[in-house]
C-alpha cells in the first residue's frame, strides 16, 4: 500500500516538470469589430457633450492618461462592458458597478458607470461652464445649489474625485476587471446577450475550485478516530485537520462570471471545459481550471444578479419616476440617515430607533444603523465612508469608531475605503507613486501582516501625517473601493428617496423582495402592531436565534415600521391578488399568494390561473380539483385568512 500510494505517486511527480499554464501578464482579449475606433469616439463625444467644446485640462489629461493605457490593450474589455450596459439599460434594468471600474473616466463617459470619478464640480447643462472645486468638499452631490453665472442655468453637481490608478494602477499595468451588477430579472438575457456578442461556442461559465473548509476537516478527522475506535489529543487533531483544509474538494461554478475565448482560438489551448460537478447533463459548460489562473490572459466578464437594480425598476414602474434622476442631497431622504422624524416617527421607539433606515441597502443591517447614530452623517460623502468602514476588515471596530468616538479624528478624517489613503497622501506633498504603494499594501492587509516597509513611517512623519492615522493604517486588513462604495451608496440612496416620498411603493417593493426569499409570512405579518411587537420582541430576547429567525426579525421590523407610519395590509383575496407582487389598493397593500407560508411560485400562479376565466368557485372542493398545485394545507390558510370569502367547504356543501 505504501509503495502505491506514496513510493509511486512520488516518483510520477518527479517526472513532470514544473510549466507556466499561459505566458504572465499576456491578454488575449476576443474580437469586438472597430473596438478602439468606438471607445476613442464615444469618450470624447461624452466629455464634449457634458463639458463643452473647448474642454478644461483637468479632464483632457485625464482622459489622455486612461486611453493611453486602455486602447489597443482594453478597449475590448471596455466596449464589451458598454455593449452589455447599454442592452440592459434599454431593456428597462439600471445596472449598478462593483470594485474600482467606477475610478475610470473613461467608464463614465463610455456610460458603464454612473460614478463620475472626478473631482467635485459644478457644470452648466445648458452652457456647459465648469467650476472644479477639489479639496472643499468630499463629493460634488455635497455642494451648496448654485446658478450658473454664464446663462443663470441651475448647475448640475457631480464628481466623486477618485484616482485611476486605483483601477488599472500607475502606467495601465493591471488587466481591468469590470464587474457589473444586474438586475436578477435579467441577469440570464445578460448571459445570453454576451453569447451573442461573441459566439456560444466561445462564452464559458468561470469554473470555481470548492476546497475542505476547516469545520469539514475537523470532521473527517473525528470520523477517521471513531471508525478505528482511537483516541487523541486535541492539538494532533487540529494539527491532522488543518493538513486537510484546502485541499480540492469539488469543482463548481462562478455566479456571474463568464469567460470569453477569442475567436481564433479553441477553448482547449487554454484549458479543458466540464459540465458542473453536481449536474452532468447540464447544457452549462465551465472552465475546468480555476478562473483566477487565468484572470490575466482571458476577457473575464462578471455578471452578477443583485436585488437593488430590480427593486428600483419596480419602483419606477409603480411611481413614473426616473430613478436616475434623483438629486442625492435631497434633504428629507438625507435626514433618515440621522433621524426617524423624516417618516413621521419619533426618534424614542425601541423597536425603530433613530434612524429611518430599516429595508434600505447598506444601512438597514442593527450594526450599520448603529454606525449611523454614532456618526450622524450630514452628507453623501460621509455616508460612502460609511459604506467603506462596513465592508472593510478592521476599518471600524477597533480602529475608525474609536478615533471618532474619542474626538481624536472626525468621520471625514478617518480611512473609509482605499482611494482615502492615496489621496490623502497626496495631499501631504508626499510622491503619487509612493502614496499609491502604501495604498496597495495596506488595504491588502500587508502592513498589518508585516509592517510597513522601511522607510514609509518616516516618509510620512516628515511630511506631517499624525501617528494616530499610521497606526489606524497598521490595524487595517482589508479595504473597500471607493468607486465601488459610490455606485452601492447610489443605489441606495434613491431607494432611500422612495421610502420617504413614495412609501408604499417602496414597501411593496421591499416586502416583494423579502418573500421572494421566503422571509414574508402573510399569517404572521398581517396581524397588526402589537402582534408584530410582541414577536419582535420575543424574539431579540432570545439567547440566540438560528438563520431563518434573524431573517424574520429583519422582516418584522420592516413591517413594525410600516405599521407605525400608519399604514396596513389589505386582506388577501382569490380574486384580487397577484402571485408574487404587493398591490397598492385604496391607500393598502394587498399580499400576493407566495406570502403564504410554504406557498411556491408555481401554486401561486396556479392560483391565478384559476381565476383567469372569470371563473368564480362556489367551494374549496372545487377550487381544490381545479388547482391541483395548491395543497389543503394551504387552502386551509387562505381560508383562514378571509382569502376565500365565504366560501364554504366541501363538509358544510353537504348541509345543503
Not at 271 to 283: G, I, L, M, T
Request: charged residues 25%; contains cysteine.
Amino acid at each position: 500500500a505504501y509503495e502505491v500510494v506514496v513510493t509511486n505517486t512520488r516518483a510520477i511527480a518527479e517526472q513532470v516538470e514544473d510549466i507556466e499554464l499561459l505566458p504572465k501578464g499576456k491578454l488575449f482579449p476576443p474580437r469586438l469589430e472597430n473596438s478602439e475606433e468606438d471607445l476613442n469616439r464615444m469618450v470624447w463625444g461624452k466629455a464634449h457633450e457634458l463639458y463643452g467644446d473647448d474642454l478644461p485640462q483637468l479632464i483632457v489629461d485625464r482622459l489622455n492618461v486612461e486611453l493611453g493605457s486602455i486602447l489597443g490593450k482594453y478597449d475590448v474589455v471596455y466596449m464589451s462592458a458598454q455593449k452589455l450596459v447599454q442592452r440592459s439599460l434599454e431593456c428597462g434594468y439600471l445596472v449598478g458597478s462593483r470594485g474600482s471600474v467606477g475610478s475610470s473616466l473613461v467608464a463614465y463617459m463610455a456610460g458603464i458607470t454612473e460614478v463620475n470619478a472626478l473631482p467635485p464640480h459644478y457644470r452648466c447643462p445648458k452652457c456647459r461652464n465648469v467650476e472644479f472645486h477639489a479639496g472643499e468638499y468630499g463629493c460634488g452631490a455635497d455642494m451648496p445649489d448654485k446658478m450658473c453665472p454664464v446663462c443663470g442655468t441651475k448647475y448640475v453637481k457631480d464628481g466623486f474625485d477618485i484616482p485611476f490608478e486605483t483601477f488599472l494602477g500607475y502606467g495601465g499595468g493591471k488587466v481591468p476587471d469590470i464587474d457589473l451588477n444586474f438586475s436578477g430579472e435579467y441577469q440570464a438575457k445578460a448571459h445570453k446577450y454576451t453569447e451573442e456578442l461573441f459566439g456560444s461556442d466561445h462564452v464559458f461559465r468561470a469554473g470555481t475550485i470548492g476546497t475542505l473548509a476547516e469545520k469539514t476537516a475537523y470532521g473527517y478527522v473525528l470520523k477517521y478516530l471513531e471508525e478505528r475506535g482511537k483516541t487523541l489529543p486535541k492539538a494532533e487533531m487540529n494539527r491532522l485537520a488543518l493538513g486537510c483544509v484546502g485541499v480540492k474538494r469539488t469543482t463548481g461554478q462562478h455566479p456571474g462570471g463568464l469567460v470569453v475565448i477569442p475567436q481564433d482560438k479553441d477553448v482547449t489551448d487554454f484549458c479543458p471545459v466540464q459540465h458542473p460537478a453536481d449536474d452532468p447533463n447540464s447544457d452549462i459548460i465551465t472552465t475546468h481550471f480555476e478562473y483566477h489562473c487565468m484572470e490575466a490572459n482571458l476577457l473575464k466578464l462578471d455578471e452578477l444578479g443583485h436585488d437593488d437594480p430590480t427593486m428600483i425598476r419596480m419602483l419606477e414602474d409603480m411611481t413614473g419616476v426616473n430613478a436616475r434622476e434623483i438629486p442625492l442631497d435631497d434633504p428629507d431622504t438625507m435626514g433618515i440617515f440621522c433621524s426617524a422624524a423624516p417618516l413621521g416617527l419619533t426618534d424614542d421607539d425601541p423597536i425603530v430607533g433613530k434612524t429611518g433606515t430599516i429595508g434600505i441597502p447598506e444601512f438597514g443591517t442593527g450594526f450599520t444603523r448603529q454606525m449611523l447614530v454614532d456618526t450622524q452623517p450630514k452628507g453623501f460623502d460621509i455616508l460612502v465612508r460609511l459604506s467603506g468602514f462596513s465592508h472593510g476588515t478592521d476599518v471600524w471596530l477597533g480602529n475608525a469608531k474609536d478615533l471618532i468616538m474619542s474626538g481624536t479624528a472626525t468621520v471625514n478624517q478617518t480611512v473609509g475605503c482605499r482611494d482615502d489613503i492615496m489621496l490623502y497622501l497626496i495631499s501631504r506633498g508626499m510622491d503619487a507613486k509612493l502614496s499609491f504603494k502604501i495604498m496597495e499594501s495596506v488595504r491588502k492587509g500587508k502592513v498589518k501582516r508585516g509592517g510597513f516597509q522601511d522607510g514609509w513611517v518616516e516618509t510620512m512623519e516628515e511630511h506631517g501625517v499624525p501617528e494616530w492615522y499610521i497606526t489606524s493604517l497598521s490595524k487595517i486588513a482589508y479595504l473597500f473601493p471607493k468607486a465601488h462604495a459610490v455606485a452601492y451608496v447610489m443605489m441606495a440612496f434613491r431607494i432611500a428617496w422612495f421610502k420617504v416620498h413614495e412609501p408604499l411603493a417602496f414597501y411593496s417593493a421591499y416586502f416583494y423582495r423579502r418573500s421572494q426569499k421566503d422571509s414574508f409570512d402573510a399569517d404572521m405579518m398581517t396581524r397588526g402592531l402589537d402582534y408584530t411587537r410582541r414577536k419582535i420582541n420575543e424574539l431579540r430576547n432570545k439567547p440566540t436565534l438560528t438563520a431563518k429567525e434573524e431573517d424574520l426579525l429583519v422582516t418584522l421590523e420592516a413591517v413594525y415600521e410600516f405599521n407605525l407610519r400608519g399604514f396596513e395590509f389589505a386582506p388577501m383575496s382569490l380574486y384580487e391578488s397577484d402571485a408574487t407582487k404587493f398591490l397598492i389598493r385604496d391607500g393598502k397593500l394587498l399580499p400576493p399568494f407566495v406570502a403564504i407560508s410554504g406557498l411556491g411560485e408555481s401554486a401561486a400562479w396556479n392560483l391565478v390561473a384559476c381565476r383567469a376565466d372569470g371563473r368564480e368557485f362556489v367551494s374549496v372542493e372545487e377550487l381544490s380539483a381545479a388547482c391541483p398545485k395548491v395543497s389543503q394545507t394551504h387552502l386551509e390558510q387562505l381560508r383562514a385568512m378571509g382569502a376565500l370569502g365565504e366560501m364554504p367547504d366541501s363538509s358544510q356543501m353537504s348541509l345543503f
